[in-house]
């Protein structure tokens, strides 16, 4: 049976809904993974035997840049903010095969695999080319139909 172990550090609602996002999807991937979750000081710590997610330093930035260096499931999904290190860990989930076509679960499609190595390694940093991304959402709309929608954009990587 293999092993991810997932960190982060303590205290950011953000960045515990960005890892339990990454456990749950991997998870929905491939269940015979198994996924162990620590909090740590800080990245540093044990980024060799564990996947960290969460900010490199306390500095934040409004640019919303993400930064993955994942090697073998080990390494670190990050951002500049705490909103894309969520963006971050939707890219690496992109990476692995996940895609959102709509809002709703019906709209996502996740692959059903045997996560290998290799899969779980993914190099990759970005900075938008705009600040602001985001649509207008206008007609005959209810609750749920936004809630949907929000999450969509988060998904996408836009602002909401």
Request: hydrophobic letters at 40%.
């Amino acid at each position: 049976m293999r092993r991810i172990f997932l960190c982060k550090k303590k205290g950011s609602a953000t960045i515990d809904f960005a890892l339990n996002e990454l456990a749950k999807y991997i998870k929905m991937m491939d269940k015979a993974i198994l996924i162990d979750q620590a909090t740590v000081t800080s990245f540093e710590e044990k980024t060799e035997i564990m996947l960290y997610v969460g900010l490199l330093t306390e500095e934040k930035s409004p640019e919303d840049k993400v930064i993955i260096n994942v090697s073998e499931g080990k390494g670190y999904i990050s951002g500049s903010n705490e909103r894309s290190v969520l963006f971050a860990v939707y890219k690496y989930l992109e990476h692995l095969g996940c895609r959102w076509y709509r809002p709703g679960d019906d709209g996502e499609f996740i692959p059903k695999k045997a996560l290998s190595s290799e899969d779980l390694s993914f190099v990759y940093e970005h900075i938008p080319s705009y600040h602001h991304r985001g649509v207008c959402l206008e007609g005959s709309v209810n609750y749920q139909v936004i809630m949907n929608f929000i999450s969509l954009l988060l998904i996408m990587g836009m602002i909401v």
